[in-house]
Each structure stands twice: as structure tokens, then as C-alpha cells.
């Protein structure tokens, strides 16, 4: 099953619409903070991604990564941060990287336990930035 998550963020499926219970679903902000936590301390720990955040000042990563996922999740928040191919320009990522990102987002949500289904749909909505963040 997770194989196909990594399909769809690969950007072979349509992103989901707009559901504004996802993100009650995944916790509200609270869950939203500890996916975050969760995820970052999983990039950071992942010797095959971990030193892409090695240049990263991490409380700023944390703190856009909690607007960005809340306004993804159809919370309130607004994500005013850089767009994701300004942020990720000069770091050549690829689609290894990406596929790294995303598994080890996936294992952060189970983590906090976020359900299967909710996974998927909140994936889904990610999915179309595989395109601006992968360059090489």
C-alpha cells in the first residue's frame, strides 16, 4: 500500500480536494505540531536525507513546516513562507530524496497516528510539490 502513496506523490494522481475535516482529522494543530516534530526528528535521524537539513536553521524549518501542513490540512493557518522551488533551489534533489522525504513522513504519521485514509488524502495534497522540489 505504501508503494502507492509514493506513486501518487510522485505526481501520477489527481490531488485530492478540498476537505476541510482533514484537518480536524489529523488533530487539529496540535497533531499538525507533533507530525512536524515527529517528521523532522525522522529527516534528521535518516542518513539518506539528513544532511540536506544540515545547513538548516531547524526551529525555522519546524515553525514553516507547522504553517505549511496546517494550511495544506485546510486549517487556518496561511503559509506566507518562499514558494518550494525558491526554497529548495540549489539543493539538486531527487526523486530518491523525495521518495526518502515522503517515507519517512509516512512513518511519522504512524507515529502519531494519523490514520491510513487520513494519510492518504493529506499525501494527495502534497503530491503536486514533488514537481517543483525534485531538479535533478
Same mark, same amino acid.
Given at each position: 500500500?505504501? /508503494?502507492?502513496?509514493?506513486?501518487? %506523490?510522485?505526481?501520477? +494522481?489527481?490531488?485530492?480536494?478540498?476537505?476541510?475535516?482533514?484537518?480536524?482529522?489529523? !488533530?487539529?494543530?496540535? !497533531?499538525?505540531?507533533?507530525?512536524?516534530?515527529? +517528521?523532522?526528528?525522522?529527516?534528521?535521524?535518516?542518513?539518506?536525507? /539528513?544532511?540536506?537539513?544540515?545547513? +538548516?536553521?531547524?526551529?525555522?524549518?519546524?515553525?514553516?513546516?507547522?504553517?505549511?501542513?496546517?494550511?495544506?490540512?485546510?486549517?487556518?493557518?496561511?503559509?506566507?513562507?518562499?514558494?518550494?522551488?525558491?526554497?529548495? /533551489?540549489? %539543493?539538486?534533489?531527487?526523486?530518491?530524496?523525495?521518495?526518502?522525504?515522503?517515507?519517512? %513522513?509516512?512513518?511519522?504519521?504512524? /507515529?502519531?497516528?494519523?490514520?491510513?485514509?487520513?494519510?492518504?488524502?493529506?499525501?494527495?495534497?502534497?503530491?503536486?510539490?514533488?514537481?517543483?522540489?525534485?531538479?535533478?
Amino acid at each position: 500500500m505504501k /508503494k502507492l502513496i509514493i506513486v501518487a %506523490l510522485l505526481g501520477f +494522481s489527481t490531488p485530492a480536494l478540498a476537505d476541510d475535516a482533514l484537518f480536524a482529522d489529523m !488533530g487539529g494543530q496540535p !497533531g499538525i505540531d507533533r507530525l512536524v516534530d515527529a +517528521s523532522v526528528d525522522a529527516y534528521l535521524s535518516d542518513p539518506r536525507i /539528513k544532511a540536506i537539513f544540515d545547513e +538548516s536553521n531547524l526551529d525555522r524549518v519546524r515553525a514553516e513546516f507547522k504553517v505549511q501542513f496546517c494550511q495544506v490540512a485546510g486549517g487556518p493557518c496561511v503559509y506566507a513562507g518562499h514558494d518550494m522551488a525558491a526554497a529548495h /533551489k540549489g %539543493l539538486h534533489l531527487t526523486n530518491a530524496d523525495f521518495n526518502a522525504v515522503v517515507e519517512d %513522513l509516512q512513518g511519522a504519521m504512524d /507515529k502519531v497516528g494519523v490514520g491510513f485514509t487520513t494519510q492518504n488524502r493529506f499525501l494527495a495534497r502534497l503530491a503536486p510539490m514533488q514537481r517543483q522540489v525534485v531538479t535533478k
